[in-house]
């Protein structure tokens, strides 16, 4: 199991984490020099720190990053051979990724040959790229940036221009000279079916998408949970009193009430509304996968948690509550009662800011331009209901249970909830970017001691500093603490690898298990497309393609509810060449692609979406997970498959599939 040090050196300010670290463990010195006809050496001395290595140039699949030199921003160049150390790397069994590794230690040198193309207008910039450990422990893959124009040459140029092989200039944004789509995805292999899908039947391919129903949900739920936070559960009574006072009539009060609400609601819908507005629901969706927003999150999601634990109050400034509630008393009418659902936004902040926060999140994952708005007027529609209800019917609020310690517990078990949800951001930038820190056994290690304290909090044993005395457990508070403790007892198995279905979803992949018991799921034989198709042709089998993602709840609730039954792994494994592509993998390709993408030229920088074109392109589709079987040549099997966990179904579409190939 990996160090647990990785996740306390995540938890630093990341703004200058990189630099600290490397700096400690190793200097790198850049320089160069060119010849008059181009060719330029880019030349990077590592000296490590005792006890530090820095991996070779090549890495075996699922090792560490190789130390590598990529081009992103260049033009007018391309790269000669590969990055060269200046010594032989030493190998040795590595502990911490439990295999036979190449590192160099000590002072090594590494060289890069650069041609220059276009002497009149030719950039060279990238990145120098490589990932640094110790016997007990290693820093995520840094980048050392680089940037070379004319005026950085050591030696003047005499050379003319040279023609590339398509006579087409080198892109600013490509690694190399960019290769024509047609060069890249060439054959019938990456020929659209979509016409073909549908005429099986498919249902994937027109289904009507009920994620902006779910995302609804989720806000509608997270409303019903902040209305029970020392926040917002004591306003109810205080603003439905205060309508019922100010009004004249009954009637007046349940329309103030109503203005009220519908005020509540227009503020959230306003936010997220802004949210798309400003980064638009692709930007919120490559978002989703992004380190750094992940890694904030995840930052974010434990401050809120040590703040519900009663470490320190986060709230607005006070100076913007005083203005809104200066507001509400200096104005009347319709603009007053606006005002106090504003001051009631911003009071309740402090509970409410974290919950908001992972809905936005949820929402950006589903790619839908209307998500949050979506799951905010959800949110806003929770919050509202109870203001209006008790104003119209005022004899309620005498049944309503009085503000207290519960108000307390209920904050600090959302701490606790908060602390393990954030887990789940860090896992995501983990898995997109490779770095392997936060492997399955690690996650559920510290699922398992969260909820194990938490079940110790609720029956009274934990006290934290804003508790009151608890001089006996209430029935709600029991059931939940067994709930919390069966569910800690319930994730101990997956130590060993049990796929743990419930939570399928949340937790890594097992693929990321390193002790692993359990030998019921299905591996994938290759994450590359023309591979799995040559395969096919070689085996005589048919290629099963799975379209996957590393954020993708739903693939992982896939591949623990059906991919671990029996008859689908036999049939799998024995029956079908599998290929898994994964549309949000961060790995960058060695050369960049430019596409047609309707009328728009776009380049495709990464493992991830070129997958993720394929799929657009060849299925017509862009949700995962999705299901595919072909034969040979590239042509579909069936219909596509997509989010059904019924087992039987799975089995039967398989068979479908077979049946057809035999046919062929």
């Given at each position: ?8 050196l ?7 984490m ?7 463990a190793a200097?790198?010195?850049q ?10 050496t880019l ?8 006890g530090?290595?820095i991996?070779?140039?090549?890495m ?5 990053t190789a ?9 007018g160049?391309?790269l000669?051979?590969k ?8 190998k ?30 030719f950039?060279?910039?990238g990145d ?5 450990c ?5 820093l995520?893959p ?10 950085n ?7 003319a ?12 944004t490509?690694?190399?000279?960019v290769?024509p ?22 249902a ?5 998408d009920n994620s902006?129903f ?8 997270g409303?019903?949970?902040?209305l029970?936070t020392p926040c ?7 603003t439905?009193?205060f ?7 009954r009637?007046a ?13 227009v503020i ?13 629901a ?7 996968t ?15 948690a ?23 008393e ?41 998500s949050?708005?979506?799951g ?17 019917f ?7 249970p ?6 307390t517990?209920?904050?600090v ?30 996650f ?10 938490l ?8 006290k ?20 919390s403790?069966a569910f800690a007892v319930?994730?101990?198995p997956?130590?060993w690898g049990a796929?743990?279905?419930a ?14 018991l ?13 591979s ?13 393609i799975?379209?996957?993602g590393?954020?993708?709840?739903n693939?992982r609730e ?12 036999s ?14 993998d961060?790995t960058?390709l ?6 047609r ?6 380049t ?6 070129r ?5 657009t ?15 040979g040549n590239?042509l ?7 989010f059904?966990?019924?087992v ?5 579409w398989?068979k479908s ?8």
């Amino acid at each position: 199991m990996k160090r647990l040090l990785f996740l306390l050196l995540l938890l630093l300010p990341w703004a200058g984490m990189d630099a600290q670290m490397v700096t400690d463990a190793a200097t790198i010195k850049q320089s160069l020099s060119n010849t008059e006809d181009g060719v330029v050496t880019l030349t990077f001395d590592v000296k490590l720190k005792n006890g530090w290595h820095i991996y070779d140039v090549e890495m075996p699949q699922g090792g560490p990053t190789a130390t590598q030199v990529e081009l992103d921003g260049a033009k007018g160049v391309k790269l000669l051979d590969k990055l060269q150390p200046s010594k032989a790397a030493t190998k040795v069994y590595d502990p911490n990724f439990d295999m036979e590794l190449s590192w160099h230690n000590g002072q090594v040198t590494f060289s890069q040959k650069v041609q220059i193309e276009d002497p009149a207008n030719f950039v060279l910039a990238g990145d120098f790229i490589y990932m640094l450990c110790n016997d007990e422990t290693c820093l995520p893959p840094t980048r050392e940036a680089f940037k070379v124009t004319a005026v950085n040459l050591t030696t003047p140029l005499t050379m003319a221009a040279v023609a590339t092989t398509s006579d087409q200039e080198v892109d600013s944004t490509a690694t190399q000279a960019v290769a024509p789509a047609a060069e890249v995805f060439t054959g019938d292999i990456w020929k659209p079916v979509t016409e073909e899908l549908k005429a099986y039947g498919d249902a994937n391919l027109s289904a009507t998408d009920n994620s902006l129903f779910i995302i609804f949900l989720l806000g509608f739920g997270g409303g019903l949970i902040a209305l029970l936070t020392p926040c917002v559960w004591p306003m109810i009574p205080m603003t439905v009193s205060f309508f019922l006072k100010r009004s004249k009539s009954r009637g007046a009060a349940i329309r103030d009430a109503l203005i009220y609400g519908a005020a509540i609601i227009v503020i959230y819908l306003t936010l997220g509304l802004l949210i798309t507005a400003i980064f638009g629901a692709n930007a919120l969706n490559s978002l989703a996968t992004n380190a750094i927003f992940n890694l904030i999150f995840f930052a974010m999601l434990v401050i809120f948690a040590v703040s519900f634990f009663g470490a320190f109050e986060i709230v607005l400034p006070q100076s913007w509550t005083n203005k809104m509630d200066a507001k509400a008393e200096s104005t009347g009418g319709l603009i007053s009662i606006f005002f106090m659902a504003f001051t009631l936004a911003l009071v309740s902040f402090s509970c409410t800011g974290p919950i908001i926060g992972t809905l936005l999140v949820e929402a950006a994952t589903s790619g839908s331009l209307l998500s949050p708005a979506v799951g905010m007027f959800g949110f806003a529609l929770a919050l509202a209901l109870p203001f209006t209800l008790f104003a119209i019917f005022p004899n309620f609020l005498q049944s309503m249970p009085k503000s207290g310690g519960w108000m307390t517990s209920v904050k600090v078990t959302l701490g606790f909830l908060e602390l393990a949800l954030s887990l789940k951001f860090l896992s995501v930038a983990d898995l997109a970017y490779g770095w392997g820190i936060l492997d399955r056994e690690t996650f559920l290690t510290l699922w398992i001691v969260i909820f194990a304290l938490l079940g110790i909090y609720l029956l009274g044993k934990l006290k934290l500093p804003h508790d009151s005395d608890l001089p006996f457990v209430g029935i709600p508070r029991l059931f939940l603490a067994i709930i919390s403790l069966a569910f800690a007892v319930y994730m101990v198995p997956g130590l060993w690898g049990a796929p743990l279905k419930a939570i399928s979803a949340f937790a890594p992949p097992l693929n990321t298990q390193d002790f692993n018991l359990y030998d019921s799921e299905v591996h994938p034989k290759y994450h590359d497309y023309e591979s799995a198709i040559r395969a096919g042709q070689a085996e005589h089998k048919p290629v099963l393609i799975d379209f996957s993602g590393y954020g993708c709840v739903n693939c992982r609730e896939m591949e623990a509810s059906v991919w671990t039954d029996p008859k689908v792994k036999s049939i799998i494994d024995d029956e079908f060449i599998l290929v898994t592509l994964i549309v949000d993998d961060k790995t960058r390709l060695p050369e960049y692609i430019e596409v047609r993408d309707g009328d728009k030229t776009k380049t495709i920088k990464t493992v991830g979406e070129r997958w993720s074109h394929l799929q657009t392109v060849k299925f017509g589709a862009n949700a995962q997970p999705f299901y595919v079987m072909l034969d040979g040549n590239g042509l579909p099997l069936g219909p596509s498959y997509g989010f059904d966990k019924n087992v039987d179904n799975y089995v039967q579409w398989l068979k479908s599939g077979l049946a057809e190939y035999a046919k062929r």
